[in-house]
């Protein structure tokens, strides 16, 4: 049998982030989710490739400088969840 790292060619994760109370946030519950100004929605590959980004202001519009932000939580909250798959499948 092939072992896993013959296999698997790439991880892939995805997150959620959001502008709540003016303010980047990673992985959203129920109600900052209910109530942010922006949501997005992030999946990537574990090497950094952008699979599909979502996002939408749901009040008034959010800046490039928010999105990089939100951005930025999204490559550190996948790049933790692709360590947890690798640990999974090692």
Do not use: W
């Not at 994760?13 to 992030?42: K, M, W």
């Amino acid at each position: 049998m092939a072992s896993v790292s013959k296999v698997l060619k790439d991880h892939v994760a995805a997150i959620s982030c959001g502008i709540h109370d003016g303010q980047p946030v990673i992985d959203l519950d129920y109600i900052e989710d209910s109530s942010a100004g922006t949501d997005a929605n992030f999946v990537m590959t574990g090497k950094g490739g952008i699979v599909e980004i979502q996002g939408t202001a749901e009040g008034e519009p959010f800046s490039e400088e928010q999105f990089a932000a939100l951005m930025g939580l999204a490559k550190k909250g996948i790049s933790r969840l692709v360590s947890l798959q690798q640990m999974a499948v090692a």
